[in-house]
DNA sequence: TTCGGCCGTCAAGAACGCGTCAAAGGTGAT
DNA sequence: ATCACCTTTGACGCGTTCTTGACGGCCGAA
C-alpha cells in the first residue's frame, strides 16, 4: 500500500485530503504543523507527501529541505499562493509539483498517481513455495530444485485459478468455466488430463499429491 | 548536456521556449506537430518534453502514449485549457505536469527543473548486457563485439519493452499494446517477424536464442 | 459379491502456434 | 523520380499442444 503524508494546518483540508486519498487506497498519516510533518515522516517513512505552505511555526521551504534531507519521496505542494516567486521558490526548495488554492480533488489526485507513478514500480513478485517447487505468477515462471520447468498455457491458466484460492475448494465447473470458458461444463475428463500433468510437473510423487488434492465428486484443492 | 524536446505549433511559443531553455544551457530540439514530435523524439531521445496539447494532427494524449510507449522521459503538457478533466486525462495518459497558459517562464523552468532533477541522478547506467552485445537503453545504442548494431525504431520499442522485465514474462498481447498500439490484438505475426530480427542480430545463434526466449501461446521473456 | 460412478493413466489424430522465407506497400532521402 | 530502408502481409513446414476416446483401479452402494 502507498503511503501518503498530509500536512495542512486547517483541519478540514486535512479531513477531505485523508477520506479521498483513503478511498483510493492510499494510506495516509497527517500532520498539522511543520514540526509534527517532520517527525511523522520519520516515523512513518511515506511514499509520497501533500504539504500545504503557510503552516503556522515554520516556512514552507524549511519542511521541504527538512524533508528533502534524507527522503526522495515527491513533495506536492498546496499553496493558497498563486504568485510565480512562491512557487519557484518552492519547486527549487525540493518540491515536485506545486498546485493553488482552491483545487479540484480529482486533479490533485490525477497528480498524486503521477508522481507515485514514477517513482513506484519496485519489481518485487509473490512467490508460491509448494514443496520443493516455487511458483512466480507473474513472472510465468516455475522453478524445481533451481530447475526451470515449463508450463503450457492451459496448465498455467489452470494453475493459477487453484493458487489464488489457497486452501480453498474449486469446483470442477468452476475450473472449467475459468480456463476453457463457459461453455465447458462435463468436461471433467480435461480436469483429469491437466491436473495429471501438473502433478507430474510440481508434486515430489505425483501418485500420493500433497499440494494438488483432489476431491471426489466436488472438484480440486490447493494446499499451501 | 540536458536534452528537451519542445513540440508546439505556434511558432512564437515554441521559439519564446527555445530562447529561454537554451539560455539556461538546454538542447532544445522543436517539433511543429505530433507526428514531428514523435520522429524527433526517437531521433535525438529527448531527457524532457515540453508538448503543447491541442496540436493539428494528433490528440494530446495521442502524442504521450506513443513516447511513452517507450520513453521515461519526464513529460511537461503546456495547454491553453484549464479544464480539471483535460488534466486529468494527460496526467493519466502519462504526462508528468501540466502547466496552463499563459504561464510564467520563470514558473516553467522550475518545473523543468523539478521534473529533471528526480530524473537526472537517479538514472543509474541502463546497460543491459545479452552475452556477447551490450545495450544502452538511454544512449540507444547497441554494440556486438565492440561493433556498433543499428536497430530499427520497432525493433528498439520491442527489445525495451522485454528488456524492461527482466526474466518476467510479457504476453504478446502486451507486447502488441505496447509497440502497436491498442488496436493490435491478433497480429502475433508482427512480434515472430520482430523477434526474429531481434534473435539475429542479438543472439549468438539465432536459431538457438538463449536470453529472447519464446513462451509458446503465451508472449516472450528476456532472460539476462 | 457385484455393480456403477469417479478418477488416474495412456495413446492417438487434430489443431494450433512458431520460425522462416519471400514479397508487396510506404516513407523519407538523394 | 529513383532509391534505400522499414513495415506490413501472406504462405508453408514443423514441432508442440490440445482434444478425444478408451481402459483399468478404487470405493461406496445395492
Known amino acids: 500500500m502507498i503511503k501518503v503524508l498530509v500536512v495542512d494546518d486547517e483541519p478540514q483540508i486535512a479531513r477531505a485530503l485523508r477520506i479521498n486519498l483513503a478511498a483510493h487506497g492510499y494510506e495516509v498519516t497527517t500532520a498539522a504543523d511543520g514540526a509534527q510533518a517532520l517527525r511523522a515522516a520519520a516515523a512513518v517513512v511515506p511514499d509520497l507527501v501533500v504539504l ?6 515554520m516556512d514552507g521551504s524549511e519542511v521541504i529541505e527538512g524533508l528533502r534531507g534524507w527522503s526522495k519521496a515527491p513533495i506536492l505542494v498546496l499553496s493558497g499562493r498563486a504568485a510565480s516567486a512562491e512557487k519557484i521558490a518552492a519547486l527549487d526548495a525540493g518540491a ?3 498546485v493553488t488554492k482552491p483545487f479540484d480533488i480529482g486533479e490533485l489526485l490525477a497528480r498524486v498517481r503521477a508522481a507515485t507513478r514514477r517513482s513506484g514500480p519496485g519489481s518485487d513478485s509473490p512467490v508460491t513455495a509448494i514443496g520443493p517447487v516455487t511458483v512466480d505468477l507473474a513472472a510465468r515462471e516455475v522453478r524445481r530444485d533451481g530447475e526451470e520447468v515449463r508450463l503450457t498455457p492451459t496448465e498455467w491458466q489452470l494453475l493459477e485459478v487453484l493458487l489464488r484460492n489457497p ?6 465447473r468452476e475450473l472449467l468455466h475459468r480456463v ?5 461444463d462435463r468436461e471433467t475428463n480435461y480436469l483429469r488430463q491437466y491436473m495429471a500433468q501438473l502433478r507430474r510437473k510440481l508434486e515430489a510423487d505425483p501418485a500420493r499429491p500433497v499440494h494438488l488434492l483432489t476431491e471426489p465428486g466436488m472438484g480440486y484443492r490447493f494446499r499451501p
Open 180 to 184: 476453457w470458458g463457459p461453455n465447458y
Open 167 to 172: 486452501g480453498k475448494l474449486v469446483s470442477q
Open 52 to 57: 500545504d505552505l503557510g503552516l503556522p511555526d
Open 96 to 98: 515536485d509539483d506545486y
